[in-house]
């Protein structure tokens, strides 16, 4: 078992900045889908992101420190999560009068920002900054072909 004491302060600072970071970049996802208009902000993205780093990062750290720990559980972990989560998405949004199915693509951003705070917990803060331009560049180049063919999320 890990002593919790033995985790040395620089890992521990680490891990928070990468938190920081993380939360950085999903608030910057968010911040498009609230400019959009569609449901999951700022707020939301920030906390999947930054929540999304710190679990893997304290997984890896674990897998260091006691030799026991797996970064790869913790993904999987993540991945379980937030797909409880975007399900939730999609059928709060479904029964909110719409017809049909709707929330896949908040859905589907969810998951991508769990993603980029995934690299950021792992390392990859470059890879995740640049996964979260290819996100932005996604949702509003798509929200611009759409609103030009009239085909709405």
């Known amino acids: 078992m890990i002593d919790l004491h033995s985790v040395d302060l620089w890992e521990q600072a680490a891990v928070?900045?990468?938190?920081?970071?993380?939360?950085?970049?999903?608030?910057?996802?968010g911040w498009e889908r609230d400019r959009a208009g569609k449901s999951a902000g700022p707020r939301t993205m920030a906390l999947v992101c930054a929540s999304s780093a710190v679990i893997v990062a304290i997984g890896?750290?674990?897998?260091?420190?006691?030799?026991?720990?797996?970064?790869?559980?913790?993904?999987?972990?993540?991945?379980?999560?937030?797909?409880?989560?975007?399900?939730?998405?999609?059928?709060t949004n479904t029964r909110a009068g719409s017809s049909g199915i709707g929330g896949v693509t908040t859905a589907a951003t969810v998951f991508a920002t769990a993603a980029v705070g995934v690299g950021v917990g792992l390392g990859f803060q470059v890879a995740a900054a640049g996964l979260t331009l290819v996100i932005l560049i996604i949702l509003r180049s798509t929200q611009v072909i759409e609103a030009t063919t009239n085909r709405h999320d």
């Open 60 to 91: 890896a750290v674990m897998d260091v420190e006691a030799q026991f720990g797996d970064p790869t559980r913790a993904l999987h972990a993540v991945i379980t999560g937030i797909g409880f989560l975007g399900a939730g998405l999609i059928f």
């Open 16 to 29: 928070v900045i990468n938190a920081v970071i993380a939360a950085v970049l999903g608030s910057l996802i």
